[in-house]
């Protein structure tokens, strides 16, 4: 991987010498990410030095400013050029002498720094350093958000999250606050997000509790964005709940670090059903299917993930009172079947490996979804009434495909989950006396599983 690096970076940095002016324009954008990401002091040597071969373009004393090394000790960074550097941006952002690709290259080394450096002082004004920045860059390229944001800002901080390092994922969820409570107004996320801040009082700030040093804090937290979002007649995007509420709440569970944590736990699952209650049924039949996965795979917390299932179970909200049942519906689905073409053999390899292939985070499947549009879906509620007490009633053909989804996918992978064996019955028989109470206990994890899918029946 490093030698792939270092081809790329020699690569660069020969054809930025032979026409500089071309380079930035096309290629800097899908550059600029590698400063974010190259660890080895080679490499990010080598790095700078593609980036200088820019020259007159932009600022780049800056950037070779953050990642000086000190000549006395080899692969040891100069700190003291490192904080005056610091300072220098600071000076730039007041000048107003930072342009767009100069602060996307400084957030993503920033970001690094944040990452990956030891230093205290270092990653302190790096934080600092990309709030100020970010916010900079919001107000003065208010048409270039797209990428300032959804590509750059959200992406790295969506990654923060999912990083197991407390300090560095906390501070990826402070910047992430930080942003909604100063530029609400510059992204629809950042807007959701704003009902949960509170910049006269950090006590009851939702950012600053879920990063707070006592767990109780957490579990608070995430409490008041469920009395919050109870109390909403507008539910916020899509994109904010399964991109950032979900992967937030979904920390807890299923983690050895928080096992015996009852509080956080319980308040983790209120969350995820408060969600759930508000998803568009594409997203919800995702998340469902992620979880009911989880459940046959992961032996270790299976009392978690049952009360998981559960409550995404009873967060069902969808009137398939217009849905084509019996065989009406067949007929149709059969006319289907047979103007549509079966698709490749290669795309149907693929389907299967991507089932089979293990799910490391709860964002992925969700975010696969989030491109779909579901147009179809008619909302004959009043505005006024509560998102959570809303029942959005389906179209003809949106409630029929529901339903034939629930009948031939979800309620076979839940009958399966239902029947699988237990612990119990998989054990040796000279074993099986000892572990009789482990039987009882996970027949017990059967019966709210076994009521949930009963109401979704009646649905």
């Known amino acids: 991987m490093l030698t792939l690096t270092k081809m790329a970076l020699q690569y660069y940095a020969r054809h930025l010498k032979d026409d500089p002016e071309v380079m930035v324009e096309k290629h800097l954008k899908h550059f600029t990410p590698v400063l974010g990401e190259v660890a080895s002091a080679s490499s990010r040597k080598l790095l700078i030095q593609a980036l200088k071969s820019v020259g007159t373009k932009l600022e780049l004393e800056l950037i070779e400013g953050l990642n000086a090394f000190d000549h006395k000790w080899i692969d040891q960074p100069d700190f003291q050029r490192r904080h005056d550097t610091f300072k220098d941006i600071q000076k730039a952002i007041e000048t107003q002498d930072v342009d767009l690709d100069l602060g996307v290259l400084l957030i993503h080394n920033c970001y690094y720094l944040l990452k990956s450096e030891k230093d205290l002082s270092l990653r302190e004004n790096s934080s600092h350093c990309l709030r100020q920045l970010t916010s900079y860059l919001i107000k003065q390229y208010p048409k270039q958000l797209d990428y300032l944001l959804s590509e750059t800002v959200f992406d790295m901080i969506r990654k923060g999250m999912k990083n197991r390092n407390d300090d560095f994922r906390n501070e990826c969820i402070l910047i992430l606050g930080h942003l909604a409570r100063e530029c609400s107004e510059s992204h629809v996320v950042l807007r959701d997000l704003n009902r949960y801040t509170n910049k006269s009082d950090p006590e009851v700030d939702f950012f600053e509790n879920i990063t707070h040093l006592q767990l109780h804090r957490h579990a608070r937290a995430l409490l008041k964005f ?15 709940l399964t991109q950032f509420v979900l992967p937030l709440a979904s920390f807890y569970l299923c983690s050895e670090k928080y096992v015996g944590k009852n509080s956080v736990i319980d308040a983790s699952i209120e969350c995820i059903g408060t969600v759930c209650r508000i998803l568009p049924w594409h997203q919800y039949e995702s998340f469902l299917k992620f979880y009911l996965r989880k459940l046959k795979k992961n032996v270790d917390y299976q009392k978690q993930l049952v009360r998981v299932t559960v409550t995404i179970l009873d967060a069902f909200h969808y009137d398939l009172s217009k849905a084509q049942v019996g065989s009406e519906a067949e007929h149709k689905t059969e006319d289907d079947n047979k103007e549509s073409e079966s698709p490749p053999e290669n795309e149907q390899s693929v389907a299967v490996e991507e089932d089979d292939e293990k799910i490391d985070d709860l964002d992925e499947p969700v975010v ?15 505005k006024e009434t509560k998102i959570c007490d ?7 053909s949106t409630a029929t495909r ?53 109401k979704l029946l009646q649905r």
């Open 390 to 396: 809303k029942v959005p009633i389906l179209c003809k």
């Open 226 to 240: 469920c009395t919050v979002t109870r109390d909403l007649t507008t539910s916020p995007n899509v994109r904010t």
């Open 402 to 454: 529901v339903t034939r989804s629930i009948q031939r996918v979800l309620l076979p992978q839940l009958h399966k989950a239902l029947a699988e064996l237990t612990h119990h019955d998989t054990s040796h028989k000279v074993n099986r006396k000892k572990t009789g109470f482990e039987r009882e206990e996970e027949n017990l994890l059967r019966v709210p599983m076994s009521l949930a899918l009963v």
């Open 368 to 382: 696969s979804e989030l491109e779909e549009e579901d147009d179809e879906e008619e909302q004959t509620t009043l």
